[in-house]
């Protein structure tokens, strides 16, 4: 069982590029995450998606723009890479909990990205 | 806005000994549920143990268990008979009910544990 895929595992970029991180999740979940992790701060919440087409802003979404054009898939967009951005990344899903709670995250094993 | 505080950075146990590591959280809420993940240096985020606000019973499982304050806000969890596996870095988690299964974190407790 894949469950929760990222891409690539490690990136470093330069000042000013872009690149796509990508999610992929075989469980047929329903909502799916972006979390970064900074030393000192643990798992800040950056988007989110409730469902195939839809996203969401979550606790520190600038710089970043996500895609869910598949219910299997969550895209994490930096257009124009900041050292601000270096960070552990981590993507989550979960199934629908009705409120309920009901539903465990699962998560991918991060993307460790260095802007210089 | 849900906040959750570790106040422990670092903390060092024994192997077979008991640690205790602790969490607070401020909500308004009163349906919630709280969580505690592990993070070995795989940097795998592993679910530990969960608990429901509604409900008075601690959470256990096998060598892990919480003491859940409700009225205090606290959210601590305890480690027995602690392995050398048990080294990692452990996260408190909140979540309000109907929201689409976010979760706030706390910034973490580094677990050592010493043969």
């Known amino acids: 069982n894949a469950g929760v895929t990222q891409t690539p595992k490690f990136r470093v970029l330069k000042t000013g590029q872009s690149m796509t991180l990508l999610c992929a999740q075989d469980m047929n979940h329903e909502y799916m995450y972006w979390y970064r992790q900074d030393p000192g701060m643990g798992l800040r919440l950056i988007h989110y998606?409730?469902?195939?087409?839809?996203?969401a802003k979550g606790e520190v979404p600038d710089g970043y723009n996500v895609s869910r054009l598949k219910k299997q898939n969550f895209l994490l967009g930096l257009e124009s890479a900041a050292p601000s951005q270096t960070s552990v990344y981590f993507c989550?899903?979960?199934?629908?909990?009705?409120?309920?709670?009901?539903?465990?995250?699962?998560f991918g094993n991060g993307t460790r990205l260095t802007v210089t | 806005a849900q906040t959750v505080t570790q106040s422990q950075p670092e903390m060092s146990v024994q192997e077979a000994e008991t640690v205790t590591l602790s969490c607070t959280y401020d909500t308004s809420e009163s349906n919630y549920y709280l969580f505690w993940y592990k993070q070995p240096p795989s940097r795998q985020m592993i679910l530990v143990i969960r608990q429901e606000a509604y409900k008075q019973q601690n959470a256990t499982e096998n060598r892990f268990s919480v003491n859940f304050q409700k009225a205090a806000k606290s959210f601590s969890l305890k480690i027995s008979d602690s392995q050398l596996g048990d080294t990692a870095m452990y996260f408190c988690a909140f979540m309000r009910t109907g929201t689409a299964s976010k979760l706030t974190f706390g910034t973490g407790t580094r677990l050592q544990v010493t043969l």
């Open positions: 989550a899903s979960s199934a629908r909990d009705e409120g309920w709670g009901n539903s465990p995250l699962h």
């Open positions: 998606s409730v469902g195939e087409g839809t996203t």
